[in-house]
C-alpha cells in the first residue's frame, strides 16, 4: 500500500513547523513506515533560493513572477515525493498549494491565474488548516523578519485561508498548547482513508 500523503497549512507563527516535525514522530512510530518532510518553499534548491533572497532581503521580482518560482518549486520535488509514497513511505508537507493560492490571491491576483500553475499537482490525502488569529501570530518569536509576516496582509490571507478550508481542509484550533494541537491533529490523521491512486488538484 502506498504512503500517507498529508499536508499542513497555516499562516506565518501558527506552529506549522513544530507539528509537522511531531506529526512525522508519530506518524513513523504509528504506522512503522519511514516518514519524510518536505518543507515548501524549499530553499535548497536553486529555485528556492531565489525565494529565500525574495523573502529576506527584499529582491524586486513581480507577483506574477514570485508565484510561478512558489509553484515551480513544488513541482521540482514532485517525483522525489511521488516514488516515496509509491514504496509506502510517508510524506508530511509544510506548506502546498493552498498556501501558494492565497499568499498570492491575498495581494489581489485572481484566484483562477494563481491556481493554474499548480493544476495536475497530487492531493494530500488530507490537508489540516492550523488556525491561530493573525494578532496571536505576531505575539510569537522573530515575527516581523520575513516579506508578509505583517497583521495586515497576514488578516487577508486567513480571510482566505477560512473561506478555502471549508472545501478542502480540516479545521484544527492552533491556540492551544503545543501538547493539545499534538493530539487533535493525531485524531484527524487516524480516521484518514488512503485511496491507491493519488488524485491530481483540479481546483479549490
Ligand atoms: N509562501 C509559501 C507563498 O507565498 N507561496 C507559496 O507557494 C508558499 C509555499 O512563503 N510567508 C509564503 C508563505 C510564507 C513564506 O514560508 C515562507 P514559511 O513556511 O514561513 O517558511
Ligand atoms: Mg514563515
Redesign the pocket.
Known amino acids: 500500500m502506498r504512503g500517507r500523503f498529508i499536508a499542513i497549512e497555516g499562516l506565518?507563527r501558527s506552529g506549522?513547523s513544530t507539528q509537522c516535525d511531531r506529526l512525522v514522530a508519530h506518524l513513523t512510530e504509528t504506522t512503522g513506515n519511514k516518514t519524510h518532510l518536505f518543507?515548501?518553499?524549499d530553499r535548497s534548491t536553486p529555485m528556492g533560493q531565489i525565494i529565500n533572497q525574495y523573502?529576506t532581503s527584499g529582491v524586486a521580482l513581480s507577483d506574477q513572477a514570485i508565484h510561478l518560482l512558489?509553484?515551480a518549486n513544488r513541482w521540482e520535488r514532485i517525483e522525489d515525493i511521488k516514488a516515496l509514497l509509491e514504496k509506502g513511505e510517508n510524506v508530511v508537507l509544510?506548506?502546498y498549494y493552498i498556501?501558494?493560492i492565497v499568499?498570492?490571491q491575498a495581494k489581489g491576483l485572481e484566484r483562477q491565474w494563481c491556481t493554474n500553475p499548480d493544476l495536475g499537482l497530487p492531493v494530500p490525502d488530507i490537508t489540516l488548516f492550523l488556525t491561530v488569529s493573525p494578532e496571536v501570530a505576531s505575539q510569537r518569536g522573530a515575527y516581523g523578519e520575513?516579506r508578509?509576516?505583517k497583521i495586515a496582509f497576514q488578516k487577508r490571507v486567513a480571510a482566505l485561508f477560512h473561506e478555502v478550508a471549508q472545501r478542502n481542509c480540516i479545521t484544527v484550533d492552533a491556540s492551544g498548547t503545543e501538547e493539545e494541537v499534538a493530539n487533535a491533529i493525531n485524531q484527524c490523521v487516524e480516521t484518514v482513508q488512503i485511496g491507491e491512486a493519488l488524485d491530481k488538484f483540479s481546483g479549490l
Do not use: A, N, V
Request: proline letters at 6%; aromatic letters at 24%; zero cysteines.
Open positions: 506565518d506549522k518543507k515548501f518553499p523573502l512558489f509553484s509544510d506548506r498556501s501558494g499568499y498570492t520575513e508578509y509576516e
